[in-house]
């Protein structure tokens, strides 16, 4: 289990893009010929599992996706400054947007979600795949996942890390928690139906939202569902073992609580778990409250 906040990737602005060659030219190499084998069984602990809307493949099953079939795909080279370990480290990529077009992807997939060995979980959807160019990293230095951790640090960021970064797309300099955006430790990725898997949050009570209250489920669902499940069930990470009850409980009749929480846990308890968020404006954390109180617009 890894028990670390992935905030630490929050800070770390120093990433160089080493263009050995013309990125933005060899993405646009046709993938549809390249498709991705997906196997019916593991084959080691770094195959890639993939869930979801999958082409041929019956609902509820899973399929496999081998580390060398991921590096077979067009791959880029970037240099990342200061990330895992101090000083420039040389990543091998796969474009998110790649991995998607080489997929057999079934009627009503738009959405990838990725799940982390410790039930972190990240949302992509297809429009922020677009803008942001999120990649997936293969290699550190030239070493696989196999070879991980790398030198210098202590934790295992394998199987996968998905990760964003300015110097690919500058849109990523405007996320508002772009650390939600770079989990490591990713296993699992669903090809989902974005309204199917957050119907919860759009149907009954979250149906006729306020405006602030929108905002706050954007905020939620970018954020805060990365460790926490929404209300019925939605969808959302399992490291917070709070029931989202508590939290709309904290949020309705305990709201200066619940905003010093959000924004500095350790602060309130010590030894939480849950990442701070210090940069929440008072506007941001009234559409949070107002999102999971289900405010209705007028
Ligand atoms: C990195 C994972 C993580 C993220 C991201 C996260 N939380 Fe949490 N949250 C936790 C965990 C774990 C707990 C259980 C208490 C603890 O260890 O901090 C928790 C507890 C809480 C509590 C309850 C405190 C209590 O006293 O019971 C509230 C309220 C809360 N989170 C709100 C939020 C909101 C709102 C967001 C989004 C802005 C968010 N959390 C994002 C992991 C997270």
């Excluded at 934790?155 to 508002?176: E, H, Q, R």
């Excluded at 949050?201 to 405006?211: A, D, E, F, K």
Aim: glycine fraction near 10%.
């Amino acid at each position: 289990m890894i028990v670390c906040s992935k905030c630490r990737f929050g800070g770390l602005s120093s990433f160089k893009a080493l263009s050995l060659g013309l990125m933005g030219l060899i993405a646009w190499v046709d993938l549809a010929r390249a498709g991705l084998p997906l196997h019916a069984e593991r084959s080691s602990p770094f195959d890639l599992t993939v869930t979801g809307r999958l082409e041929g493949v019956p609902a509820g099953t899973a399929r496999y996706v081998r580390w060398a079939d991921l590096r077979a795909l067009p791959t880029h080279r970037l240099v990342l400054d200061g990330e895992f370990v101090k000083g420039e480290q040389v990543m091998t990529v796969v474009y998110l947007s790649d991995v998607w077009n080489a997929l057999p992807k079934a009627k009503g997939a738009d959405t990838v979600l990725a799940t982390c060995t410790d039930g972190y979980t990240s949302v992509y959807t297809q429009p922020f795949m677009a803008e942001n160019r999120p990649f997936v990293i293969l290699e550190i230095n030239g070493a696989g996942p196999d070879a991980w951790p790398p030198p210098g640090i202590t934790y295992n960021p394998g199987p996968y890390v998905i990760f964003v970064s300015t110097k690919v797309a500058s849109t990523v300099g405007t996320l508002l928690d772009v650390g939600h955006k770079r989990p490591w430790g990713v296993a699992a990725i669903e090809l989902a139906n974005f309204d199917e898997r957050y119907a919860a949050i759009h149907s009954g009570r979250w149906s006729r939202l306020s405006g602030r209250a929108s905002e706050g489920r954007q905020i939620w669902i970018n954020s805060c569902a990365s460790c926490h499940q929404g209300p019925g069930g939605v969808f959302g990470g399992t490291k917070s073992d709070r029931p989202f009850e508590v939290l709309a409980a904290h949020a309705g009749y305990n709201q200066a609580y619940f905003k010093r929480y959000v924004r500095d846990p350790q602060g309130v308890v010590a030894g939480a778990k849950m990442e701070a968020h210090p940069h929440y404006s008072e506007g941001q954390l009234d559409a949070l409250i107002a999102f999971i109180t289900a405010e209705p617009g007028s």
